[in-house]
């Protein structure tokens, strides 16, 4: 029961930096704007987490210059899709490798250190219950938060007029336009947020999963959130589902050995990514696709003179 409690918790921690930026992504891609930007942005707001916690002490102003840190390169790619009308692809791509370079280069102060245990939750009752406490109610505020998260934007999108006007724009921004919303004013507002998003991602990274700061450290997952989007078909909580399944590929990579699986760690260390390609593979057949309902003006530019 250890071992499985062990593996659960570490499924939980090693998906919650996914399920956050894949969040975000999820809304910003609703409101159909392609962003492949969230490797940077994630790695951005590790750092930004990391330094300020180092720094100040406080987890609270680390994962809040997090969030900023993600919302400002966000904010970057959105002047410059939205208002300077450049590609969203070629953009995303470039903003990623200014997050990775960027996020070198001031962090080589801060190689080496390392952080406090982050603190987690204690309910009272319910995280000294036998088993089920240790399963559900020993985690970080941040777990928590990446659930209520999920909740928010499936009720937003769901149930707020706000989301329907974003739902509306990603499938017809034209048609939203004609009957007076700000199409550029609510995609730089999703891009933010899921920009924000992305950042908390990255905090849990440096902050959580390995309280120290490492370059490179976000090790694809920007990539993997993208994908994730993609598999849940733009729901929130199939993202999430999603992202608890490739959280079980990385813990499996960990615990194999353990299990006597006698496979090359190298090979382990490429499953969560294999897992990747494999999703989209899958996903790329027409009988699926047919079954996705996308965004129909994903990545199309808008031009209000049209």
């Known amino acids: 029961m250890e071992l499985f409690t062990s593996i659960f918790v570490g499924i939980i921690i090693a998906a919650t930096p996914l399920v956050f930026a894949a969040i975000g992504e999820v809304v910003v891609e609703r409101s159909g704007v392609l962003n492949l930007g969230v490797e940077g942005m994630i790695i951005i707001g590790a750092l930004a ?3 300020f916690t180092v720094e100040t002490g406080s987890f609270s102003l ?3 210059a997090s969030m900023v840190a993600g919302a400002a390169m966000a904010f970057l790619f959105a002047v410059l899709t939205q208002s300077l009308m450049t590609n969203q692809v070629a953009t995303g791509l470039a903003l990623t490798m200014f997050g990775l370079g960027l996020s070198a280069l001031l962090g080589q102060g801060y190689s080496g250190k390392s952080v406090p245990t982050f603190p987690k939750v204690d309910i009272p009752y319910l995280s000294d219950l036998p088993f089920i406490g240790d399963l559900f109610f020993k985690f970080d505020i941040l777990v928590y938060l990446s659930i209520a998260l ?11 007029r706000t989301g329907l006007t974003v739902r509306a724009i990603g499938d017809n921004h034209h048609a939203a336009h004609s009957i007076g919303y700000s199409v550029k004013k609510y995609r730089y507002l999703t891009i933010m947020f899921g ?13 959580v999963l390995t309280p120290l700061w490492v370059e490179n450290m976000s090790s694809g997952r920007g990539w993997i959130a993208l994908a994730l989007v993609v598999f849940g078909a733009w729901q929130p909580v199939r993202a999430m589902l ?13 615990h194999s050995q353990g299990f006597g699986i006698t496979i090359d760690p190298q ?3 490429m499953l969560p990514y294999l897992a990747t ?8 057949r027409e009988t699926v696709k047919s079954k996705m309902r996308s965004p129909a003006c994903l990545g199309t530019p808008f031009y209000a003179s049209q």
Do not use: D, P, R
């Open 49 to 51: 987490g990391f330094a």
């Open 62 to 64: 680390g994962v809040i």
């Open 150 to 160: 999920v909740i928010g934007v499936l009720w937003f999108f769901e149930k707020t």
């Open 195 to 207: 920009g924000a998003c992305a950042g908390i991602g990255g905090a849990y990274l440096s902050l």
């Open 242 to 254: 999603g992202a608890y399944l490739f959280g079980g590929i990385t813990i499996l990579q960990l």
């Open 267 to 269: 090979l382990l260390s």
């Open 277 to 284: 390609i494999v999703v989209l593979v899958l996903i790329s």
